[in-house]
Every structure is written in structure tokens, then in C-alpha cells.
């Protein structure tokens, strides 16, 4: 061949081997951190004054008015027949709704359910120019030289920090319900602003890298400068997000759902031939008997349950108008997602499921929590803020997560995420386990399942971490 051809190749490896080391060593090392987004979501123009950063002891309260209002609402309720023997396929089935309506109306104590709410500390501190509140619980005994880990747990949509009841015990006192007693921790669970107790922002633009600084910023506020954080839903994403702010900050980051917003080539390759060839792709068999046939459980599946997705990203007052409006429509809206969510195939039952998982007092003080604060409208918005410009445009969707990482792969979570595909996002990856059974509200529906899990990987970590230093 002629030196001419010769030289061009020369040329042509040059550029590609100069390429890679450019993409791997010089553009990888400027893109580790996501910067931390400073805000203010305050009314109005923002003060010139420092913000006020106390920390005060917050209490759920609710007024006779409020109740009496409620009442009122849900003796007025009106109903529609559904379809015959359409159990939950069609939403809400409102001959179910009427049962839990009535349960509402004269069984239900939410008097009762506040006293429950308030067994653990609430507090409030304003960040950002808006109030987050949070629940802070502690260890009620340490043993001697322990201390305890700081963990902060992000709930999502249509959740609440509620949701952490039933684990925060397993996880300040492990020993005390037979688990293992190497790790304590003290639990942070804020609400997101917007949701529950939480300030809604009075500003556009409030996505997760705005949730995951403002609670990065209370972490530091409470003295906590290494801290270990969970999530599952939108906890997912803002905890993902703090990873990348602070990965100098977080020791590791435990996820009970872990969303692929960007497809490569690679992935649309490995859904084409995994079911094949699953091996070539880093697929196990759990992975194959999860995700296939991929038209039914992919594709049909996310189309079939993301209606209130393309709403909520895109109109989320419209419809936000009725559900703050009626006690009712706000039940049904959030129930339906409390029964499709914990087992896809409950759509087939006439109560949905809802009994077998969930007591009908958690889910109605879970659904009392957005009454009475009247967050609806603006726990929805959060969908638009973090969607509306397109799905795999952010920086934070091309960043790689460097902490160490663990997930807990729930059998009926929406839509499954193979380890392979997790790794790519997460290639810092502690622990990978396919759980036994349950699905999206893990902490809530499975609190022991997933405390080992938490625990089980926590103890990974300061492994590693005890190895490093030696």
C-alpha cells in the first residue's frame, strides 16, 4: 500500500487513540460533579437579609374546621357505576371507593393517626427561601463505642416521608427486632418541598438537582458532613443527584428503583437479542423472566401506567384543580397507584388489592397528609419540572455516579432494571439483589426486606472503607 494510505491510517489511529484518551482521561475528569444548584424559591423578590437558618420543632396539628370541611366533602361525594366485572382495569373501582370513603367517614381516627405521626420529632428550617420540613430520629439506645450513621431517606410520588414508619425502628434499633446489631443509624426523611409538610417553591424550575442541594444543604445544617442516603421513586433521582453534587459527602447510596433515562445503542441491542443470548449481554436469568416478553412487560406495561406522568409533566394544575378540591377524587388518584404499583396484576381483584399489603389507616393517612396540607397540585408540578425538557437531556442523566452504590430490585417495580444496564449509571456498585417479592412502596410494604438490605450493604461499605484506610 502507499506511503500516502500509510500515513492517513497513521493519521486516522492517532485521531481515534487521542479521541479515547481525550473522552476517558481529560472530558471524564471535568464532568465528576454535578454543580450545586443555589436557589431561591421564595415569594416575590428575594431579601438582601441572611436567611434565617434555625431549626424549629414542628407538630402536626389539624383544626375542628378542617375535619368538619372534610366531612362535609365526603358526605357529598358523588360516585359513578363501574363497568361490570371491571374490577381495577379501568382506574379506581368506585364501588371499592365507596367502602373506603365509608371507613374514612366512620371508622378512620385521624386524631388517632396525628398522634401517630407526631411518636416521632418533626422539625422545620427554611432553605432556599422555603420551609423543609423533616422527620429526625435517633437511636433510642447506642452500645458502647457505637455511633450512629447518619441515613437520609427521600420518599416520592404519590408518598410521603409516612411511608418510613415501619422502617425507621428496624433501622435506629436493629437488635431489638432481631436484626443485626453492627449498624445503628439516626434517620433523616424530609419532605420534598412541595409535598406534605414542605414549602411548595413559588418559582419554576424546581426539579431534583434543586431538591438534592437543598438537602444537601440541611445535611450540613444538622452537622452531618458523611451521611448515607435511600430512596425509591423521586428519591431515587434526588439522591442520585446529591451523589453527583457530593460525592466527597456521601459514603454510599442505596436505591430501591433505578431508572435508565438514557438509551444507548447497547441497551436497544441487549432488549433485541437478551432474551437469546442473555449472557452476551451480562443478563441474568431473574433479568430474562423479568423483562420478557418485552412488548408486554416494557412496553405495553409503561404505556398502560404512565398516563398520569404525561399529565402531570405537562398539565399538572388542570387536573390538580379537582383533586385539591375533592377528598374523593384525591383518594381514588392516589389509591389506584397504591394498588398497580404494589402488584401489577391486582387490577384484576374488585378492591384492587389494597387490603393485602397496606392497612386502610396507612393508606388514608398517607392520602390525609396531601389533604391536609393541599399539596397535591404542587407534588405534580414536580413531574413537569423535571420532564418538560425531554428525557436524557440533563446533565445529570450523563453523569456516571462514583459513590458506592446498592439496589434492592423489587419483582413488581414498574419496570425492571438489569444489573448490566444499572452498572453503567452506577459503576461504583456494591451490591445487587433481586428481592424475594414486593414492588414500588418498598419501604412501607416490605419495611423488613428492606432494612437487611440497607443494612446488609451499609456493612459492605465500611468493609471497603476499613480496607482502603489499612
Not at 121 to 130: E, L, S, V, W
Not at 344 to 372: A, H, Q
Amino acid at each position: 500500500s502507499s506511503p500516502a494510505g500509510i500515513m492517513l491510517l497513521d493519521i486516522l489511529v492517532t485521531l481515534i487513540v487521542g479521541t479515547v484518551i481525550y473522552y476517558y482521561f481529560v472530558s471524564k475528569k471535568k464532568e465528576e460533579t454535578l454543580p450545586f444548584k443555589e436557589g431561591w424559591w421564595g415569594k416575590g423578590q428575594k431579601p438582601d437579609t441572611e436567611e434565617d437558618a434555625t431549626i424549629r420543632p414542628f407538630k402536626v396539628e389539624t383544626t375542628e374546621e378542617e375535619l368538619s370541611d372534610l366531612f362535609k366533602r365526603l358526605d357529598q361525594a358523588r360516585f359513578t357505576e363501574p363497568l361490570e366485572n371491571s374490577c381495577f382495569q379501568y382506574g379506581i373501582n368506585s364501588v371499592y371507593l365507596r367502602k373506603v370513603v365509608s371507613y374514612w367517614k366512620n371508622q378512620f381516627n385521624w386524631k388517632k393517626q396525628v398522634e401517630v405521626l407526631n411518636k416521632y420529632p418533626h422539625f422545620k428550617t427554611k432553605i432556599q427561601g422555603i420551609d423543609i420540613h423533616f422527620v429526625h430520629v435517633k437511636p433510642p439506645c447506642l452500645p458502647e463505642g457505637q455511633s450512629a450513621k447518619p441515613l437520609l431517606m427521600v420518599h416520592g410520588w404519590p408518598g410521603s416521608f409516612y411511608e418510613f414508619y415501619k422502617i425507621i425502628p428496624l433501622l435506629t434499633d436493629p437488635a431489638s427486632h432481631g436484626l443485626s446489631d453492627e449498624h445503628f443509624f439516626e434517620v433523616i426523611c424530609p419532605s420534598i418541598p412541595g409535598y406534605g409538610f414542605s414549602e411548595a417553591p413559588h418559582k419554576k424550575d424546581f426539579n431534583s438537582v434543586s431538591v438534592a442541594s437543598v438537602f444537601y444543604e440541611l445535611m450540613l445544617r444538622l452537622g452531618f458532613s458523611e451521611f448515607y442516603a435511600q430512596g425509591g421513586d423521586w428519591g431515587w433521582l434526588i439522591c442520585t443527584n446529591l451523589a453527583q453534587i457530593a460525592p466527597n459527602n456521601m459514603k454510599g447510596l442505596h436505591l430501591n428503583l433505578a431508572s435508565v433515562t438514557r438509551m444507548g445503542f447497547s441497551h436497544v441491542l441487549s432488549v433485541l437479542l437478551g432474551r437469546y443470548l442473555p449472557g452476551l449481554f451480562g443478563f441474568q436469568d431473574e433479568d430474562v423472566k423479568r423483562m420478557y416478553p418485552f412488548l408486554e412487560k416494557g412496553v405495553y406495561r409503561i404505556l398502560r401506567e404512565s398516563g398520569y406522568a404525561h399529565i402531570q409533566a405537562t398539565k399538572p394544575d388542570t387536573v390538580g384543580c379537582g383533586l385539591n378540591d375533592s377528598p374523593v377524587g384525591l383518594a381514588g388518584y392516589i389509591l389506584e397507584k397504591f394498588s398497580t404499583w404494589t402488584d401489577p396484576k391486582f387490577c384484576n381483584l374488585e378492591d384492587g388489592g389494597l387490603e393485602r399489603k397496606f392497612s386502610l389507616d396507612d393508606l388514608l393517612t398517607n392520602i390525609m397528609i396531601y389533604w391536609v396540607s393541599g399539596c397535591i397540585v404542587s407534588s405534580m408540578r414536580f413531574y413537569k419540572e423535571n420532564l418538560q425538557k425531554g428525557i436524557g437531556t440533563q446533565k445529570h442523566e450523563k453523569l456516571p455516579v462514583q459513590v458506592p452504590t446498592g439496589i434492592a430490585s423489587f419483582p413488581n417495580e414498574l419496570m425492571h432494571t438489569p444489573q448490566a444496564w444499572a452498572l453503567k449509571k452506577y459503576p461504583n456498585m456494591v451490591s445487587f439483589h433481586y428481592m424475594p417479592r414486593g414492588g414500588h412502596f418498598a419501604a412501607l410494604e416490605e419495611p423488613e426486606l428492606l432494612a437487611e438490605d440497607i443494612l446488609q450493604f451499609v456493612g459492605e461499605v465500611e468493609k471497603q472503607q476499613l480496607w482502603k484506610k489499612k
